[in-house]
């Protein structure tokens, strides 16, 4: 794991629990400023409840989050949202009666600067010119592809420091999973950190630069993506091939 001095975020020995039922038991992992980092497995692995106490969705019931040297233990969602942490949640959650706009302008609910938000409105239209098409539309009414760009968009209209990706394929079309590829890559290379959960773990491994495996609230393995992508257990449990294929 990279100490937490190198890491903007560091998660350590983290355990959540839901009554008798155990989520994740220390679960330890650290993202450097600037890197696109993943965490993958199949369902039930705990990658979403990482991610939701990261967030501070649910309490630890053992370890801490640390934040740019900030303990975030104890911390409320509002609060951390504060610090530039945001999430994209699993299954996008758009307004759907409210229009493409406004859902964009709920990301920056936590902000004052008036013409801040007005030239980020405009960063968001370039980024995704199909959204600016259909600016007064109610979300609702999107497809599932144009409504994950109207949920990636709400999250940049918080600046943020570190943007939280739970499952953005889920459900889309191949076409549309390269569209969303393809924005995490130029949003991190506009200065955003990426902490991406995917079962896609074919784009989570060759999107990031470093890999956490979970299997049932532990962390089974975890290196460098592009050395896991070549790893014959990962080939044969996520990817779908024999190591003989490798």
């Keep these: 794991m990279n100490s937490e001095s190198e890491a903007l975020l560091s998660v350590e020995t983290l355990t959540v629990k839901y009554r008798t039922v155990t989520a994740l038991e220390n679960v330890s992992l650290g993202v450097k400023k600037g890197m ?9 692995a705990g990658k979403t ?3 939701r106490a990261i967030t501070g969705l649910v309490a630890p019931s053992g370890g801490r989050v640390v934040f740019d040297g900030q303990d975030l233990t104890g911390w409320g969602p ?10 994209v949640p699993e299954g996008r959650h758009v307004f759907p009666l409210m229009s493409v706009k406004d859902n964009l302008l709920m990301g920056a ?6 013409s801040g938000i007005r030239s980020d409105l405009e960063l968001v239209a370039a980024r995704f010119p199909r959204l600016k098409e259909r600016w007064r539309q109610s979300a609702g009414t999107l497809s599932g592809g144009e409504q994950q760009m ?7 209209m918080g600046r943020p420091r ?3 990706l739970d499952e953005p394929s889920l459900g889309l079309a191949p076409m549309v ?14 200065g955003v950190t990426v902490l991406l959960v995917e079962q896609n773990s074919r784009m989570a491994l060759k999107l990031s630069s470093r890999t956490w495996v979970l299997e049932t609230g532990r962390v089974a393995l975890e290196g460098a993506s592009s050395d896991l992508l070549a790893d014959d257990r990962i080939r044969r449990l ?3 091939v024999g190591g003989e294929d490798a």
Excluded: C, P, W
């Excluded at 509002?78 to 530039?84: D, E, F, N, S, V």
């Excluded at 609910?109 to 008036?114: E, P």
């Excluded at 109207?150 to 940049?156: E, F, P």
């Design 36 to 44: 696109v980092a993943a965490l993958i497995g199949a369902n039930g």
């Design 177 to 190: 999973v390269r569209d969303i590829a393809r924005a995490i890559q130029e949003i991190n290379r506009d």
């Design 150 to 156: 109207v949920a990636l968009g709400r999250a940049l």
């Design 78 to 87: 509002h609060r951390i949202a504060g610090l530039g942490l945001r999430m």
């Design 109 to 114: 609910f936590l902000r004052k600067d008036a």
């Design 49 to 51: 409840s990482t991610m």
């Design 162 to 164: 570190l943007l939280l």
């Design 238 to 240: 996520y990817l779908g």
